[in-house]
Structures are given as C-alpha cells and as structure tokens.
C-alpha cells in the first residue's frame, strides 16, 4: 500500500503528539524558533532547496515585511496567513510548491508555512 507525503506527515505528527504527551522533547534542530512539529516538518521543507537559486528572492520578500526568523515566529497566525497570501510571495509559494512535489500547504497549516519561512531566512543567512 503506497501512501502520499501527506498521509505520512499525519502520521508522524500523530506519533509525535503521542510522545510530547508523555515526555516534553527539545527540538533537536538547535533552532530556537522552532515551537512545532509542523513548524520543523515546513522548516526541514525549505532547508531542502538550500541550494535553490529561487531562496534569495524568496528570503528577500519575507524580509520585505521586515521580519526576522523570531518576528516570524511569534506572529500571529492571520499575520502569517495574509503575508503568505500576499501577491509578493510568488516565489516563497514556488519553492513550497517544489519542496512538497507540488501538494503545497493546506492555507490552515500555518506553523508548515511559518517553519518553511524561518527555513528559507535560516538557508538565505547560510548562503549569502
């Protein structure tokens, strides 16, 4: 039986939540920023295309909005939801487009999106 990258994510995060509930587990990133498991599974996403000659420009439109790795972060989830909708994000949506194989990010995964946009600043710092 195959199943899609999605049906897997649920999975993972089901078993996640299933050990957080026992055992409170630092992120093994070092990553401060990273408060979720969607959060990592987004931010793992984009520091797939490190090499992706598409991340400056999509880092440069996130820091159009002035905001860093922890702005991002502690932004609330509709500032978040309207920054990612904004038309000049075209290249942050293409980059989540590639990294997901085209599934992209349900508009309510919001900590997908938030991690994918601290892995894009994190992979834009390690590059440029």
Known sequence: MKITKRQLRRIIKEEYSKIVRKVPIIESKGDQYLRTMDMGLGY????SLNDSPQVEA??????????????IASAPDRVISDMFASSQMDDV???VM???????YDGRDVDSIRGFMIGLLDAYDLNY
Do not use: P, S, W
């Open 93 to 95: 949506h293409d980059l």
């Open 58 to 71: 999509a880092a440069r439109a996130i820091i159009a909005y002035r905001m860093g790795m922890e702005d």
């Open 44 to 47: 793992e996403d984009a520091m």
């Open 98 to 104: 590639q990294a997901t194989g085209g599934e992209g």
